[in-house]
C-alpha cells in the first residue's frame, strides 16, 4: 500500500511540473509577443514614415432594427504606421486598435492596407484625401463565436500629416447587423 501511494504521490507530481511547464511557456511566448512588437515600434522610426495615435470615437449607424440600441459612441485608442510614399503616390499602412463596439463590448483588430493620396499643396505634410483598402483581423464577441475573422474595408482620410480623420464604411456582412460608417482621429506622433 505504501509503495502505491508513493507511486500515486509520483504521478501527481510528474502532473503538476507538467502544467507548470506549459502555464510558463504560454506565459514566455505572451512576454515573447510583446517585446516583439516594442521592438517593432522602437525600429519603425529607421523606416522614416509615420506613427500615429488613433483615437476611436464614432460610429454612425445607417439604417435601424426596430427595438435596437446601439452604442455609437466607440471610444477605443490604437496605432497606425504610414510606410513612406511610392512613386505612384500610395500609401502603405498597419494598423492595431481595440475600442468599444456598437453592442458596447470590446472589440480588436489588426491589419494593413494602402491608400492613393490626392494632396492639396506641394509642401510636404499640405493637406491631403487619402482613398484605398484596408485588410485586417478582428475580434468581436457577438461575430463568428468570438473568434478571429478577415475583412477588407474601404477606407479615406482627409488631413495633413499631423492631424487626420479616419472614415471607414461597413456593410452589412451578416442578417444581424447594419451598414455603418466609422471615425477614428489620427494625431501623427513623429
Known amino acids: 500500500m505504501d509503495e502505491a501511494k508513493r507511486t500515486a504521490c509520483r504521478v501527481n507530481q510528474c502532473r503538476l511540473s507538467v502544467s507548470g511547464i506549459v502555464a510558463a ?14 521592438c517593432a515600434l522602437i ?19 445607417l439604417e435601424e432594427k426596430p427595438g435596437t440600441h446601439y452604442n455609437e459612441e466607440n471610444w477605443g485608442a490604437g496605432l497606425q ?19 468599444k463596439d456598437s453592442s458596447e463590448n470590446p ?10 493620396r490626392f494632396s492639396f499643396g506641394e509642401k510636404e505634410g499640405a493637406f491631403h484625401v487619402d482613398a484605398g483598402l484596408v485588410a485586417f483581423l478582428m475580434v ?7 473568434n478571429p475573422f478577415p475583412g477588407v474595408l474601404p477606407v479615406v482620410s482627409v488631413g495633413t500629416d ?20 466609422f471615425f477614428q482621429l489620427r494625431i501623427g506622433l513623429y
Open 25 to 38: 511557456a504560454r506565459q514566455t511566448r505572451r512576454w515573447s509577443l510583446l517585446a516583439a512588437l516594442l
Open 107 to 116: 472589440s480588436y483588430y489588426a491589419g494593413g492596407g494602402t491608400m492613393r
Open 140 to 146: 468581436r464577441k457577438d461575430y463568428k463565436d468570438g
Open 43 to 61: 525600429a519603425f522610426p529607421v523606416r522614416a514614415g509615420q506613427l500615429s495615435f488613433l483615437i476611436n470615437g464614432k460610429a454612425v449607424h
Open 162 to 181: 499631423r492631424l487626420a480623420l479616419n472614415v471607414t464604411y461597413i456593410p452589412k456582412v451578416d442578417p444581424k447587423m447594419v451598414p455603418i460608417v
Open 81 to 99: 504606421y504610414d510606410f513612406n510614399m511610392t512613386k505612384g503616390k500610395w500609401v502603405p499602412f498597419v494598423s492595431a486598435s481595440g475600442f
